[in-house]
Every structure is written in C-alpha cells, then in structure tokens.
C-alpha cells in the first residue's frame, strides 16, 4: 500500500513539474487534498465514538433498569476510560499526541509525527468521548488532521518548512470539519499550531480549512455546536458598561481551568494503589458528577452543547455547571482519557456567559442583558482565556452566530479574558502542558533554543556609526553605507547615544537649508536600550518587541559598554534556522 501512493506521489510530482508548477501551487494543491482527507478522517473519527457509545452506554443500558441508572452510568464511563487507558498503555506510546504537541513537532522537529501513535491516540480518544468521558473531540481531530499532512511531506519530497505549512493545513482541515467552521479552522492553525501568518501559509491553509468542512458538510450535515433560530440585538450599554464584568469573569474562570488542568497529572499520581486503578476511580467519578449534573454534561462525544445551558436556567445553576464541567474534564484526562480541552472551554464559556448574563438580567432593569447572548460571547472569552488565542474564539463564535453585530462584544470580552487569565496564570492549557515537560515555545519558535543562542551568532560587526556632534552630511554619508534603516550614534568613548532612524533623517533633510549648520547625529538620535554582548537571542527579541525595533545596539559589556555592532529581527531568526539545522 506504502509502495502504491509513493508511485502515484511520484507521477504527481511528474505532473506538476510538466506543468510548471511552483511550490506555491504544490502547496495550494496539497492544502486541498489535505482539506478532503482531513474531511473524511473527522467522519470517521466520529464513526468510532459512535461506536464507542453504542458499546460502553446504548447497549448495555437497553439490558439494564432505569431505577438503577446512577449505578450503572459511573460504572459504564469507568470501565470506557479503563478500556482508553489501556489501549494507549498496551501500545506503549509516548505522552502527547495532543495540539501541544503537534506545536512542538513544528518548532522543533521539522513537522515530523510519527503515525502509529497518533492513531493509537485517535482510537483511545474515541473510547474516552463515546464512553461518556469530558473530553473535547478537537484535539483528537485536530492532531490527526496535522499527521495526515506530516504523513505526506516525504513522498511529496517537501522541504522542512513546507512541511510546517501541510501541517498546518492537517490541523486547520480537522478544526474546520468538526466545527463546520472554515474560518475557525484556518484561524486556529495560523495562531496556534503555525505561529505565523505568513503569505505563503495562509493560502494553503485557508482552502485545507474551506475543503474539509466541505467534505464534512456531505456525510455530517450541518452539524453545529448548538443550534440557535436567532440571536438577540446586542445593546449599546450592555456592550460598553457590562460585557467587560464577563470579560474579567472568563478570564478568571480560563485560569482556574488552566491551573486545575496543569495540576491534575500530579495529583492523580499521588493515588495509591495500581496503575489501572486511576482510570476506573476516574471514571467513576465523572460518571457520578454527570448524573448530579441532570444529563446536562452528558453526551455521545459529539460537539452539541444542550440549549438550557445557554442561559436557559437559574444563574446559580449555570455557574455549578460551570464548575462541574472543569472538574470532570481535569478528572477525565489527568486519570487515563484521552482527547482535547477546546470543547470543554466553549462548554463552561457557555455555562458561564449564561449564568452570569442572567445574574445581570435580575440586577439590570430594562430589557439590556440577554443571557443568551452572554452565553455566545462567553465561549469566545472563555477560549481567548484559556488557549491563549484571541482570534481564534472570535471568528469561532462569529461563525456561529454569523451576526455582524457581536464582533464589539466578542473582541472586548476576549481581550479582556486574555488579559485577565495572564494575570492570573502565567501559562494557558497549551503552553502549560508543554512547560510541565520543560519546552517554552511561542509563535512557533522554540523560545529554550533561543535562550542558548548568543548574541555573537547574530551580530554584524561590520556598521557603520557616527559621533554625537556629527554633522547632516557625515550622517547621510554613514546612512548611504549602511545595510539597515537606521544609523548608530555613539559618543566620545564610543557608549551608544541611540539611534537614527531614515524617517528621522527624511525630516531633516526637508529642513536642511535652515537648519544645517545647527543638526548633528544627537539631535536626530532616537533612545534605544542596547543589548549587551553576553545576552541570548531571546534577550534580543524581547528589546526588539518592546521598543518596536528592527535593529539594536549591541556593546560590550567588559570594555565599559562601547558599541561592538548591531543585531537585526532578521539576523536573530536566522541564528536560529541555523541551530536547529545542525541540532535536527
């Protein structure tokens, strides 16, 4: 089979080539058959939860008494979460296989995923939903979408960095399906998985997203989170006045969740007894926490969110729900199950969007707060909050709904959560996962690497500089020699003075005639904190991004701060692309 698709791979490379084909189109072409695989995988995934709940809840509960339903419900989801468990520790694959995960491929192993535990993983977290677990079937989708677009990187022979982008389209393929939302999907993998959105992945990723929920759309329908007949007019004052309290709320909430999912693993390896002992205790405890919820946190591992958690019930009720879906979801997966965090989030941004909404709506006279509403514009903040991905729960919401007239709401919530659950926590469900295992990565760029890198790797030693008291034509002279925008100013003992950049020198130049024989390089000269030569190049990124920078200043730390060069954004990532091709 393997030998089969590298020939027809083959004669498709034949193809392309004959037809003049550049990388862009290759990519583009890959993206929308990623999009289609990706499509049908979602079906097929869904298929196996089904199957999953028919085996685990509909068959043996059609053979048992109703009377003894809060019994048997624990019973059942324990021994689905046992079975999940075991099937991951019989194979023996490693821990992960998560969108973290896939991250780090990205960042730090040329977009190579190993296929057989990413399938193991798939089956596990088909018998962790199907079984009545709390789970999200995102990230199962997800990762299984980024392994098909690994999987064709080498019989397509692309290259390392386009492999990056087929990933990207993998994980945007399988987001898209799942939530028939295209733009969510895209989104997702341009903030999340990829970090970037460059020109050349954003194409390739946008028709991989559009296709996918196109091929979904065929066998599934459209299917949705929940469905909503319509959506009530979001009011002036509620947006400016009262949707910053639930901003902060999410926020707060998105840090209790990262926080109790970080911490789960270690508490539950603190339990006593066997191994296969957690998943059943485990179990059980979800199971019993889904009967106290009423069915509320019930499901078949699908996406559906019940319409009475959308603000349909007493405030204080919504908000228990709220709680009780965090507990059962750092429970289910920090005990044996497999799958991913996202659905969970939306479900208790849902729950508590809508408690507090009706809070407010008793508190607030006039017809201004629609708990409905606050439920929608809750998941979004609730997402913002806790994946650290602002754009994502905006368009994923905005897809919802489809109203122009919540996009005030959804960004002034999400950037609150966001900043709110910075505060709060200092890692989110994603990043914290992978800072447990000692990996720091931020918009795809493996932050530990560059925290070993010197500055030396990057420095231009060969820049041209000018003394404080030179004149307009010695500083367009030196601007005339330099390779970057800006011209280094130094003083008697060569300490840097700061910088000049071509705008500043633009300004002079319209003001020569009068001003000539006044200017020199310091009036020009724009502050700049310098970097010192014994410093990391994610010492140098961190400068570059708070001042707004392109190139800094580096001096010498042990010859009294003089000037040595300069280090440019440019120069920085290429230190990088270097290490990790001699390191890879």
């Known amino acids: 089979m393997t030998g089969r698709f590298e020939a027809l791979a083959q004669r498709a490379r034949r193809w392309a080539r004959a037809r003049d084909w550049d990388e862009g189109a290759v990519l583009l ?30 068959l043996p509960g059609a053979h048992l008494p109703r009377v003894l339903y809060v019994v048997y419900w624990p019973l059942l989801t324990a021994v689905g979460l046992w079975a999940a468990w075991f099937v991951v520790r019989r194979t023996g694959i490693p821990d992960g296989q998560n969108v973290p995960d ?17 399938v193991v993983r798939t089956i596990a977290s088909a018998i962790t939903l199907g079984s009545g677990g709390s789970a999200g079937s995102e990230g199962p989708v997800a990762v299984l979408g980024a392994g098909l677009g690994s999987a064709l990187g080498s019989p397509f022979r692309i290259q390392p960095r386009h492999r990056k982008v087929l990933v990207g389209c993998g994980a945007a393929a399988g987001i898209a399906a799942a939530f028939n939302a295209p733009f969510a999907g895209a989104f997702f993998a341009l903030e999340e998985i990829l970090g970037s959105f460059s020109v050349d992945a954003f194409s390739p990723v946008v028709i991989a997203s559009v296709t996918a929920a196109l091929t979904s759309r065929y066998f599934l329908g459209e299917h949705t989170v929940f469905r909503m007949y319509s959506v009530p007019e979001a009011h002036p004052m509620a947006t400016a006045l009262l949707y910053p309290l639930l901003g902060v709320a999410c926020g707060a909430a998105s840090a209790l969740f990262s926080r109790a999912y970080l911490a789960g693993p270690s508490i539950a390896a603190r339990m006593k007894g ?12 979800v199971g019993m926490i889904v009967f106290a919820s009423g069915g509320l946190l019930a499901g078949n591992g699908h996406l559906a969110i019940p319409m009475p958690v959308l603000g349909g019930l007493a405030w204080w009720i919504l908000l228990l729900v709220a709680l009780a879906k965090i507990v059962a979801t750092v429970i289910t997966l920090s005990t044996g199950g497999s799958g991913g965090v996202f659905t969970p989030t939306l479900f208790i941004g849902a729950a508590l969007g ?16 629609h708990p409905q509403a606050w439920a929608l514009v809750g998941m979004a903040g609730m997402v913002a909050g806790a994946t650290r991905a602002p754009l994502t729960a905006i368009f994923m919401v905005f897809e919802i709904t489809n109203d122009s007239a ?34 720091h ?23 041209s500089f000018v003394s404080a008291d030179a004149h307009l034509d010695l500083l367009l002279d030196a601007a005339a020699q330099s390779r970057y925008a800006v011209v280094p100013v130094v003083d008697d003992e060569r300490g840097v003075v700061g910088l000049v950049s071509h705008h500043g020198l633009r300004e002079a130049l319209v003001a020569r005639r009068s001003l000539e024989s006044l200017l020199v390089a310091e009036d020009l000269a724009e502050p700049v904190q310098p970097l010192r030569i014994d410093q990391s190049l994610r010492d140098a990124l961190r400068v570059m991004n708070a001042g707004g920078h392109e190139v800094v200043p580096v001096v010498d730390s042990d010859a009294g701060l003089t000037i040595v060069g300069v280090i440019s954004r440019a120069a920085v990532l290429e230190a990088y692309e270097r290490h990790l091709a001699h390191t890879v």
Do not use: C, N
């Not at 066997?274 to 059943?280: N, S």
């Not at 005030?408 to 926590?425: F, M």
């Not at 990565?441 to 820049?463: N, P, T, Y």
């Open 274 to 285: 066997p191994a296969w002992l957690r998943p059943l205790v485990g179990g059980a405890l």
């Open 406 to 439: 919540y996009i005030i709401p959804l960004i002034i919530v999400s950037v609150l959560a966001l900043i709110t659950a910075r505060k709060l926590a200092p890692y989110g469900l994603y990043d914290g996962w992978l800072a447990a295992r000692g990996e």
């Open 29 to 58: 072409a890959l993206g929308a058959f990623i999009g289609v695989l990706g499509g049908l995988a979602v079906v097929g995934f869904y298929r196996l939860i089904d199957l999953s709940h028919f085996v685990f809840i509909q």
């Open 354 to 369: 809508g408690g507090v909404g009706r809070l407010l709506s008793l508190l607030v006279p006039g017809d201004v707060v």
């Open 102 to 118: 896939v991250q780090l491929a990205i960042a730090k192993h040329d977009a190579v995923m190993p296929e057989w535990p990413v």
């Open 441 to 463: 990565l931020a918009h795809g760029v493996d932050q530990a690497v560059m925290d070993r890198i010197a500055l030396s790797a990057a420095l231009d030693r060969d820049v």
